[in-house]
Nanobody, 123 residues
Framework: QVQLVETGGGLVQVGGSLRVSCAGS????????MGWFRQVPGKEREFVAA????????YYDDSVKGRFTISRDSAKNTVSMQMNSLKPEDTAVYSC????????????????WGQGTQVTVSS
């Protein structure tokens, strides 16, 4: 069993930056690939980025490539995502998830989910 808690959401202006983090607990957390997904009301949850269990491989949706960077700290059991050059269309609830493989963008590939943190980009 893995428990995930996100932090770091908030309100930022267009072009600004935010960092969201996910703290994981459970004996098997370090064995999982980790992903970030986002969802806006009325739309399906969509893949944003993922990182392999080792932290050596990352995978991004085209919409965030070059702007977002995902990383993990195995010693601290955390996964973070630095979000730069934010756009209004990045506004969503961001959730971390454990599962994978990290190259699988589907929601169904992930078994454990956090509660989410709101990111709002204002223009």
């Amino acid at each position: 069993q893995v428990q995930l808690v996100e932090t770091g959401g908030g309100l930022v202006q267009v072009g600004g930056s935010l960092r969201v983090s996910c703290a994981g607990s459970g004996s098997t957390f370090s064995a999982y690939d980790m992903g970030w997904f986002r969802q806006v009301p009325g739309k399906e949850r969509e893949f944003v980025a993922a990182v392999s269990w080792s932290g050596s491989d990352t995978y991004y949706d085209d919409s965030v490539k070059g702007r977002f960077t995902i990383s993990r700290d195995s010693a601290k059991n955390t996964v973070s995502m630095q979000m730069n050059s934010l756009k209004p269309e990045d506004t969503a609830v961001y959730s971390c998830a454990a599962g994978g493989p990290h190259t699988d963008c589907s929601v169904s590939a992930y078994s454990y989910w956090g509660q989410g943190t709101q990111v709002t980009v204002s223009s």
